[in-house]
């Protein structure tokens, strides 16, 4: 499988798949290969699955948006005060 991100790309092959509790199932090995790079191999140790019956991820993210905003906020209130700090970056949130 082949993936380009930020204009670098990337090839990802699977090894075998290793079956877990006889519902799941994953690559035993992930091998990526980025560009001229050279190849990093994962290997799948272990599966642990995480029930969260709380909020759902689109809740979650939006939570997540409303404190990044509110702590922005702050940030630039005591930069009107006269302290500067460097800028807050969060990675995009994929829905």
Known sequence: ???IYHEK???VNFSEFLLFNGK???PSEFFVKRDEEGVYQ???LSLRIFNN????LAERAQDYQEQFKKVQ???RAKK???ESEA???VPPVLL
């Open 1 to 3: 499988m082949e993936i």
């Open 9 to 11: 790309k990337y090839e």
């Open 24 to 26: 799941y199932e994953m």
């Open 42 to 44: 994962l290997k799948t």
């Open 53 to 56: 019956t709380g909020k759902s």
């Open 73 to 75: 906020d702050e940030k």
């Open 80 to 82: 009107s005060e006269g």
């Open 87 to 89: 800028p807050l970056r």
